[in-house]
């Protein structure tokens, strides 16, 4: 089964707009990080931002947000005023911590997100 | 300060051969791993590494061997090269991997490989 999964193969948003990149998950355990990254076409990965379940506010991280809903088991990733530079494809991952030491990160399919100007 | 050094960048291989993806760390991580990312698929884990000496599968690890004789590397190794191995490996690391979830990985900029 998906533990991850990105609904958004690709979207296009237009600049100064906000964007909402989907992440739902499947897990069993009630410990368990959320995280999103960022690559550009250069093609690095880049640490945007981390949930824990146990976590009572969405995290923030300047222009980005995480809509943490843990009973829909979503992980949204918001990103407010878009720039050109937020063109990239954005992963969603997850850890668990009942998976032999939480030492695994599981990522989704990623969504490519293109900023028009 | 470095940080994951992975090398080669890009690399064509034909069926049958072999080589080694090098990675490296600067960072004291105890925890090591490497991944696969293929279009529409995401990145995959190949195999991960808890400490010297320690290495476990991950996901995909058919056609893939690693060791770690010490904390800094950890090499990929493929020993008889197959196009269904064409794709971007990545190296991660993260200071210890198993104390707690909210442990970041730190890549490298990621080697593309091609087998013919």
């Known amino acids: 089964a998906q533990k991850i999964t990105q609904t958004q193969p690709g979207m296009f948003v237009q600049e100064k707009e906000a964007v909402t990149l989907d992440c739902t998950y499947d897990?069993?355990?009630?410990?368990?990080?959320l995280f999103w990254y960022k690559q550009p076409s250069s093609g690095e990965m880049i640490f945007l931002i981390y949930?824990?379940?146990?976590?009572?506010q969405n995290a923030t991280e300047g222009r980005y947000s995480l809509n943490f809903q843990k009973a829909r088991k979503s992980a949204n990733l918001v990103i407010s005023a878009s720039q050109l530079g937020d063109s990239a494809m954005y992963f969603c991952?997850?850890?668990?911590?009942?998976?032999?030491?939480?030492?695994?990160?599981?990522f989704g399919q990623g969504t490519r997100l293109t900023i028009n100007p | 300060n470095a940080g994951v050094t992975q090398t080669p960048k890009f690399q064509v291989l034909k069926t049958g051969q072999s080589m080694t993806l090098q990675c490296a760390q600067d960072?004291?991580?105890?925890?090591m791993s490497w991944y696969r990312q293929d279009p529409g698929m995401g990145l995959r884990l190949i195999h991960y590494?808890?400490?010297?000496?320690?290495?476990d599968q991950g996901e995909v690890p058919n056609g893939y061997n690693v060791s770690r004789s010490t904390t800094e590397d950890f090499p990929l190794r493929l020993l008889s090269a197959a196009p269904s191995q064409t794709s971007v490996y990545f190296c991660?690391?993260?200071?210890?991997?198993?104390?707690?979830?909210?442990?970041?990985?730190?890549f490298g900029s990621g080697t593309q490989l091609s087998v013919l």
């Open positions: 991660a690391s993260s200071y210890s991997g198993g104390a707690t979830v909210r442990e970041k990985l730190f």
């Open positions: 897990t069993s355990d009630q410990s368990y990080g």
């Open positions: 949930q824990g379940s146990y976590d009572e």
């Open positions: 991952a997850m850890r668990e911590a009942f998976d032999q030491g939480a030492q695994k990160l599981v």
């Open positions: 960072m004291n991580h105890e925890y």
């Open positions: 590494s808890v400490g010297a000496g320690i290495t």
